[in-house]
Structures are given as C-alpha cells and as structure tokens.
C-alpha cells in the first residue's frame, strides 16, 4: 500500500504542476483572452475534483503507515473543497461583474493556495521517498 501511496502522491504533484504552469499557460497563449477564459473557467472544476480525490486517496492509503503525510494530504483535500465551493465561484462573480481588483485579490489567492498545494505535495514526496 505504501507504493500506491506513493503513486498517486506522485500523480497529484505532478497533474497539479502541469495544470497549473503547462496547460493553463498554454490555454492562454495559444487562444484569444475571449476564448482562453471561458476555457480554463470550464476547467477548473474538474482540476479541483482531481486534487481532492487524489489528495483524500493518498491521504487514506498513507495514514496507516505515515500519519504526517497523511494529515498534510488531508489538509491538501480540505482546502481544495474551500477553493472550489467558495473561491472559484467569487472569482467567476469578479470577472462576470467586471470587478478588476476583487479578480486579482482572489485570483492571487487562488494561485497561493495552488502554490502551497505543490508544495506540501513535494514534501509528501519526499517524506514518502525517505522512508
């Protein structure tokens, strides 16, 4: 069990820095501002549902042998729910209503918390890697 702990740890550090610095920043390089919006808007639902279910998996799987990682997986799905339930819809009201600065405050919050879900991915890794 440890391995797919491992496994699918790996898969969610890895899906979420390809979302965040190869698909999204492709999405808005190769399409138009009015088409590239729209696009990643429909997509970041299904981001957030792969963070969460690969998070709470790994987080499962890991608690019988490292309760650490687990915990910090865990802390990983929770905050992925807030981000998704209640941050992703503020930012989709900021843009609908065209309310600049409020966008970039939550957008910059939503970056932060993709920042530190890659991070406390790695350490995971690596912990689970050590061990």
């Known amino acids: 069990m440890f391995e797919i702990s491992l496994l699918v740890t790996a898969l969610l550090f890895g899906g979420m820095v390809l979302y965040s610095f190869g698909f ?6 190769a399409l138009p501002p009015e088409t590239a919006g729209p696009l990643i808007r429909r997509a970041f639902p299904h981001f957030y549902l ?10 499962a799987i890991a608690f019988a042998f490292d309760p650490v990682s687990s915990a910090i997986l865990m802390a990983i799905a929770l905050t992925t729910i807030l981000a998704r339930q209640v941050l992703m819809p503020a930012i989709n009201t900021a843009t609908d209503e065209g309310a ?31 061990s």
């Open 24 to 29: 999204a920043a492709f999405v808005f390089t």
């Open 50 to 59: 792969f963070v969460l279910a690969s998070s709470a998996v790994a987080a």
């Open 100 to 130: 600049k600065t409020r966008f970039k405050v939550l957008h910059g919050f939503s970056v932060l918390i993709t920042l530190a879900h890659i991070g406390a991915a790695a350490i995971v890794l690596v912990r689970l890697a050590g």
